[in-house]
């Protein structure tokens, strides 16, 4: 069964799914069915605001929904509102308040968000609303929420008046005296623009004076009459529940991804071989070559990477840094590896709300148990003595560099009135985790880590080091870092672009089972690169390799900050000052985390090899 599960996941992209822990919710006819808001968002803007930041319609009372805490750090404020739906019953226009007089501080607010080119998005049923959008090509797209209103002409115009179409799938009753149940499966909205002398009301009933009303314009400032209506339409549908999301999830052009991800595939696995094979076969021949050395004779001149036998074990300057650095990218590596696989069996899928967030987090705080005891073991075996200090620094240089940049960034954030800002109170909740719980598994990783043998190594260390002769140009930290990441960066730019459109275009992401795939050829990317730019290094007799091994195979972070300002020129609209900060903070901490990641994988690569080589030839 689970083999049928992974392979779903493989070759499927939009076929439905369940969700463990997310059951359907049964209606029968005439049920009421909520509609909740969720927040105002903005490509251009790229700042959450509350639902009810702008004058909307308030119902009498407003009650907020828990939220866990990927929901309260994506800034999800999930709310009532006044929409009176019901199950299986159309509603002709109806007014939603009374008619709202926007003061003039309220209408230049409003002004700006439509200029924003903001969208609302609202919820049912845990099922988020589109708007259906139908290309010059004919061609079917759906929008995340619907817009708060468009410019024409330079003028603003508000959608004042919602046609809700909500679709539903019935079930068949289970014996003759059973009511048919309904389940809600699609929700779409279609805003409008009214003006407020267009339309005529009786009671709360409402209607057009004529068929072509005038919109509602918003003007930059002064005192604004509007009216807010809305109307519903369910629609039967043969969609089932578990296949609901399939709306949202087929929103890009699918085709282009697969083409993309298999064009990766290829390329990657056709260097990846190359190299495999130019590497085993030379190394083949220098250990054949050397061994024939020892038993012909003795007295020949040892060359290339067996003559830096006695010092390419030799600690490395600032051990404490690199094993702390280590630390963070195993952390990284068992989040990034545990999400991505349960994400990709549908536990972690954008129907579950804020669990992606959520998952992440605390697994990094757990994970700090196996980050210090491979980092003490490490440290260990670089000879070091001081591994109290090495553990503070590995549960401390990470978290306290992402933490302090997220704290600043959010006083931005705040100033802005967004409801992206953390509330202090979960921000202190987050400290207390921090200190709580990885804070003290880091130190009892080092405490055992620091009780094992240390890693053995195959040879023995010189007590003088040996100079290091001048090294080709090739060779330099600064170009070997920028040869190196062109592989790994090649293997994962597509998915990457498909990433940053969920994180920064409000889009969902749901491949997972290809960034599964992707983070499995990233791996074998750096690691491959990371010994074969080893190889060379040994080969020019340069034995300092446990630094070089770490910044040389994270070299395709440079690579993603490059790819980063790329994308914030040609593909976001930002313009002011605070959302363009928000952008390349978080780009920054993305950068940093990533580097660490790949460069841990590259690390232990490259460390696996060089013991693996040297423990193949014959020393004295």
Known sequence: ????????????????????????????????????????????????????????????????????????????????TDYKVFMAQNSSCRALCKPRTFKDEETQLVHKRIRQAYSVHLLTDNLPCSTKIISKDKEVQYEHGYRLGYVSDDK????????????????????????????????????????????????????????????????????????????????????????????YLGMGDVQIHWFSIINSVVVIFFLAGILTMIIVRTLRRDIAKYNKMDEEDETLEETGWKLVHGDVFRPPPRPKLLVALIGSGIQLFCVTFIVIVFAMLGMLSPASRGALMTAGIFLFMFMGLIAGYYSARLYKTMKGIQWKKAALLTAMLYPSLTFGTCFILNFFILGKHSSGAVPFSTMIA?????????????????????????????VRTNQIPRQVPDQMWYLSPYVATLMAGILPFGAMF??????????????????FGFLFLVFIILIVSCSQISIVMVYFQLCGEDYHWWWRSFIVSGGSAFYVFIYSIFYFVTKL????????????????????????????????????FVRKIYAAIKID
């Open 156 to 247: 603003v115009f508000l959608h004042n008046h919602l046609k809700l179409v909500l679709k539903y799938h019935s079930e068949a009753p289970a014996g003759p005296a059973a009511e048919e149940n309904f389940r809600v499966v699609g929700f779409e909205v279609e805003p409008m623009s009214i003006a407020f002398d267009d339309l005529k009301f009786t009671e709360d009933n409402c209607k057009l004076e004529n068929n072509s009303p005038r919109p509602m314009e918003i003007p930059k400032s002064g005192e604004v009459k509007v009216h807010f209506t809305y109307e519903v339409v369910w629609e039967s549908s043969d969609v089932r529940w578990a296949s609901r999301w399939d709306t």
């Open 573 to 608: 609209e930002i313009t002011e000052f605070i959302p363009t900060l928000l952008y390349f903070g978080y780009t920054a901490l993305m950068v940093l985390s990533f580097w660490l990641l790949t460069g841990t994988i590259g690390f232990y690569a490259a460390y696996f």
């Open 494 to 511: 597509i998915e990457l672009f498909f990433i940053f459109n969920a994180i920064w275009e409000n889009q969902f992401y749901y491949l």
């Open 1 to 80: 069964m689970l083999s049928v599960i992974i392979v779903t996941c493989f070759l499927t992209t939009t076929y439905g799914f369940y969700v463990p822990g997310v059951a359907p919710q049964d209606f029968f006819k005439d049920n009421v069915v909520e509609i909740k808001a969720v927040k105002l968002t903005s490509v251009k803007a790229q700042l959450p605001y509350d639902y009810y930041s702008l004058p909307f319609c308030r119902p009498e009372s407003i009650n907020y929904k828990v939220e866990n805490l990927g929901e309260v750090l994506r800034g999800d404020r999930i709310v009532n």
């Open 430 to 458: 987050l400290l207390f985790m921090w200190m709580g719980i990885s804070f003290p598994l880091v130190f009892i990783g080092y405490f055992f880590g620091s009780r094992k043998q240390p890693y053995e190594h195959p």
